[in-house]
């Protein structure tokens, strides 16, 4: 049985409680950021994603997350507010250059790339990251590069090339318990997506780099807490280093609906939990998200 306190189920139309209310704050800040991504015709998780964090992360901390590879996901998982289908064009060969020239422009100290599931090309992506890591390196030597990456179907070779091009942080998102899969993440697969982790923190050891290993997980989807607590020590046994936990909220009603609303009290004590288990870090918290104060999680050395 577990230690924290169960509370009622939210259902699709529930109300929001006081804490997942967001504050807009626009800014200055914030608008040159949106003009600067506009500008470089670059895609954000920030703005695909519907991301609650928008204005503090744009408009106080001048970071976004860039989201490479397109704006069209080959995988349609119940939860996700990014488009899917059928990618229209390959990858634009002149991403990598402009993702660099943002991080250089806004002086990131620490940048966070993700993109899309492109399972249309034969790489997956892989190539696409390693380019947009090299072009990063070329324009802003310093920064500290996090990857937040598809499974690349569970092809290790494909694995290997984006670790080889030198990420600081290399993230996997496992999103969700192994019983909610089937229903979330119909073309994922929680197995492979730990066997991820696993290898990049082998890989890691083997070359002794370093490279942070790094998951996040939503909750407020039906699952339980003894399933939650499941999943961390999964994530442990696979020598994940840091984790993120926020609440799920679903961005229409066509999405899966939200189950239950966990307080800040409880998201407090996963973030010890995760700390017991043996996490270098945890972010635990109603409105956070896998990027979420991402420049603050300090990496191996």
């Known amino acids: 049985m577990s230690d924290l306190v169960q509370i009622g189920a939210a259902g699709a139309g529930a109300r ?5 209310r967001i504050k807009i704050r626009d800014s200055q800040s914030y608008r ?11 895609n954000t998780v920030c703005q695909e994603a519907r991301c609650p964090n928008i204005w503090e992360c744009w408009g106080e901390h001048r970071t976004a997350t860039l989201m490479i590879l397109g704006d069209v996901c080959t995988r349609a998982c119940r939860y996700c507010s990014v488009t899917s289908g059928k990618p229209p064009a390959p990858p634009d060969p002149e991403e990598p250059a402009n993702v660099a020239r943002a991080v250089a422009h806004l002086k990131l100290q620490h940048a966070v790339i993700t993109s899309v599931d492109r399972d249309d090309l034969a790489d997956a992506g892989a190539d696409h990251f390693v380019a947009t890591v090299a072009a990063i390196r070329a324009a802003r030597p310093g920064c500290r590069i996090e990857l937040l990456i ?5 092809d290790e070779a494909l694995l290997t090339r984006v670790i080889a091009a030198g990420p600081d942080v290399l993230g996997h998102n496992i999103e969700t318990v192994p019983r909610l899969f089937a229903r979330l993440r119909s073309r994922g697969d929680y197995r492979r997506s730990l066997d991820l982790l696993q290898r990049a923190a082998r890989q890691r050891d083997n070359k002794s780099a370093p490279l942070t290993t790094k998951s996040g997980l939503m909750v407020g989807l039906g699952e339980s807490l003894d399933e939650i607590f499941a999943v961390m020590r999964d994530l442990r046994a696979v020598d994940c280093d ?6 799920y909220l679903n961005p229409t009603r066509r999405h899966a609906a939200v189950e239950r ?8 004590r996963i973030g010890q939990r995760a700390r017991e288990m043996g996490f270098r870090h945890c972010e635990s ?3 956070v998200r896998s990027s979420y104060h991402a420049h603050t999680h300090a990496p191996r050395r």
């Open 16 to 20: 929001r409680p006081a804490w997942l």
């Open 32 to 42: 040159e950021v949106g003009q600067l991504i506009e500008g470089l015709h670059l």
């Open 150 to 154: 598809p499974d690349f179907a569970g």
């Open 242 to 247: 840091v984790l993120t936990v926020g609440q």
């Open 261 to 268: 609303f966990y307080t800040p009290e409880e998201f407090a």
């Open 285 to 287: 918290g109603p409105l």
